[in-house]
């Protein structure tokens, strides 16, 4: 599926030149041109105005406001943004309850920042590419295929050379177009997006951690599968072969026999369930059947509905299966339980020996490692395996939970 610009240049050219990818350009550059020629007037406006109001002694008004304009001009270029990028940013700033506290409270956020450093690029050089831009793929064919009706000259044969050409040269400006819609696209995102919140920097020591973490787990697991082995699992064992035997001396049929039944059938179940502990914290289906079934298994018991799109060239080594199926397990249940999301993904891809996993939802946002959402101890078990976890999470939504892990696919 095309979801950028950039990939639909790279369609084969009857589908591109048929798709709306070229329509969608020309509306994105149209629109920066638009944008940047209403900007630029607000700014000389803010400007004139600022320095009238110093002469007042009070300039201290128009200087903020000129900064926090790159605030304005940042929310319409996100939402123009669909036009060439299916995958819109969020937004990066905070919510302000008291209105009277807004402008104090954006001035302080870097996003805000980077806003106003983005709309004087804009104004000072972006747009002008964009006009220019249009000026070139539109301009030149338009003018060859206008050219009939304002040659002064006696029409003959010749007049029909522009017109083709012009016409020739139309479909072919679509790719220039295009490609500077995809790159100028790419740069509003790489300034608008928001910064993604890399969870193991909230960790001051990230391989102290690693180190503890390691060393607690598997002292932990050795002990309590020594107590259960050697414990509870013989007792279990014992329990089960008294009731059995017990059986032998009742008579067939008889309500005690039956009560004994019953007892032997949990007996052998707890059994069961005391094995499966033994075995580790992961289900058979990881371990028979992988990663993907796994994930699907979790999905559908998910109060939310979990759309999954895993796919992967084989079995992953047990380590990584197993820390994948943890944090997908727990960004699910974070979903359920504080996003109030109407819907989830779970995408997983190797890429370059590496497994990517994402959880994304369109919920309320706002997820914080401190929040008690089990998200520091999800960073700790994905560091284990020198791996890393990332979280951007703004509020309002959407959040996006991903883990990546380095291994060898067998």
């Given at each position: 599926m095309v979801r950028t610009a950039w990939q639909?240049?790279?369609l084969r050219p009857l589908a591109f030149l048929a798709s709306w990818w070229p329509w969608r350009a020309l509306a994105y550059l149209l629109s920066g041109v638009l944008l940047g020629a209403v900007t630029m007037t607000g700014l000389l406006v803010l400007v004139v105005g600022g320095a009238l109001s110093a002469i007042l002694l009070v300039g201290f008004v128009a200087l903020p406001a000129f900064v926090l304009s790159g605030v304005v001009v940042a929310r319409f270029e996100r939402w123009r943004l669909r036009l060439v990028d299916a995958d819109v940013p969020v937004n990066p700033h905070r919510p302000v309850g008291n209105w009277r506290k807004w402008p104090l409270a954006r001035l302080r956020e870097q996003a805000t920042w980077r806003e106003f450093g983005y709309t004087m690029l804009s104004v000072a050089g972006l747009w002008w590419i964009d006009l220019g831009m249009l000026g070139v793929t539109l301009g030149v064919p338009g003018v060859a295929i206008s050219s009939p009706w304002w040659v002064t000259d006696e029409a003959g044969w010749w007049t029909a050379v522009p017109v083709l050409i012009g016409l020739v040269m139309t479909p072919?400006?679509?790719y220039p177009m295009t490609c500077w819609a995809a790159a100028r696209g790419?740069?509003?995102?790489a300034v608008l997006a928001p910064r993604d919140t890399e969870i193991g920097e909230r960790l001051r020591d990230v391989s102290a951690s690693r180190a503890r973490l390691l060393s607690a787990f598997e002292v932990e697991r050795r002990r309590i599968e020594r107590d259960l082995h050697d414990g509870a699992q013989q007792r279990l064992v014992a329990l089960t072969m008294n009731l059995?035997?017990?059986?032998l001396d009742l008579e067939p049929g008889s309500a005690a026999d039956a009560r004994v039944a019953e007892a032997h059938g949990q007996a052998k179940q707890a059994l069961a369930d005391l094995r499966e502990l033994i075995r580790g914290v992961h289900p058979h289906v990881l371990t028979d059947?992988?990663?993907?079934?796994?994930?699907?298994?979790?999905?559908?018991?998910?109060?939310?509905?979990?759309?999954?799109?895993v796919a992967l060239p084989g079995r992953l080594?047990?380590?990584v299966e197993e820390t994948a199926y943890?944090?997908?397990c727990e960004a699910l249940a974070n979903v359920a339980r504080h996003s109030g999301a109407a819907r989830a993904t779970v995408h997983a891809r190797l890429r370059e020996d590496v497994l990517v996993l994402e959880v994304r939802d369109d919920g309320r946002g706002g997820a914080a490692p401190g929040a008690g959402s089990g998200l520091?101890?999800?960073a700790d078990r994905v560091a284990v395996g020198d791996g890393r976890l990332r979280l951007s999470s703004p509020a309002g939504g959407p959040t996006l939970v991903r883990v990546e892990l380095p291994c060898v696919p067998h």
């Open positions: 639909a240049v790279t072919v400006a679509a790419a740069l509003t995102r059995g035997l017990a059986r059947r992988g990663l993907e079934a796994a994930v699907r298994d979790v999905a559908g018991r998910s109060p939310v509905p979990v759309e999954v799109d080594p047990n380590a943890y944090a997908a520091i101890g999800l």
